[in-house]
């Protein structure tokens, strides 16, 4: 089980971006409010969707508390023993759960994780860890709160795309949920060390909470790394590969890297949205016409575990572009 859709050689990357232009940073709040409000903040989403493929969002209805809690379970589970961690490990990427720390899937190159299905919470937390006794409780909460600010942030995108903002409603509340948690060690002073190389999400969202600062994505205007800053109480998205293909190209998903941080280990929990197992994802055709053809081929998360699957061995295993018509 991964969620990540294709790596990109190092070499071929640039370099950390010494200027950077600001954040978007979103109030999300706002979209509850009057229409001229929420019509400002769906623009500011387009916007940021459109340009950069990122964002940050603040006043998202999440509470420190139950952000914290997660943190500190995941944090909890990764320093248990080994033994008891390997009990989740498995070669076989459609296991409900996943522990690893080995670099099998060609992007991990200094980490451990651990992934699991969240959405139907009640399908799927009896397959959790039961140790620590706090991980079920304190994750399934936040699970849960982090997918309701994803429902919240489609909507607003597919308004931005001029799509109606209940278009596929049913299929993205029945969706797919899958939460990677992450913990990357303290590395040394003056080193420059990557705990996950150059990648991007299966998916429409992906909604990241980090203990401290390491995340980089790749700007496509200034063509180099952009540190993603640590706002309090903030949580980052970045586009996903399925919402390039359902907005036929007018969304691009991101580029982006886990660096190692030289003052503390890491821990992150990377909340990943899309459609059921087997549900199909393709161009809206509301955005395909005579000027826009369709650009790429339908498919499913089952056709992209296939895919990985079939390509272990290949380092380059880059699932949208097999997409591309």
Known sequence: MSASSRTVPQEQLPSEDLHPRPMPVINLGHLSLDSRTRSG??????????????FQVINHGISQAIMDRAVEAASSFFKLPSETKEEYSSDDLRQPVRYDTSSKDSISMSRAFLKHYAHPLSDWIQYWPQKPPIYRDCMGRYAVEVRRVALLLMEAILEGLGLDKGYLKEKFQE???LLSVNSYPKVSHGATAIGLAPHSDYGFL????????????LDRSSKSWKTVQQLPHALHVHIGDH????????IKTVIHRALLNPEEA?????????????????????LVDEENPQKYKESSFSD??????????NKQRN???????
């Open 175 to 177: 969706g797919l949920q």
């Open 319 to 325: 699932f949208l572009e097999s997409l591309r018509m």
């Open 206 to 217: 992906t909604i990241l909470l980090t203990s401290c600062q390491g995340l980089e994505v």
């Open 41 to 54: 903040v769906v623009n500011e989403i387009a916007k940021a969707c459109r340009d950069l493929g990122y």
């Open 243 to 250: 919402m390039e293909v359902l907005s036929n190209g007018q």
């Open 266 to 286: 890491r821990m992150s929990i990377a909340s990943i949205h899309g459609f059921a197992l087997h549900e199909k994802v393709t161009c809206a055709t509301e």
């Open 304 to 313: 992209f575990l296939d895919h990985l699957t079939a390509n272990m061995d």
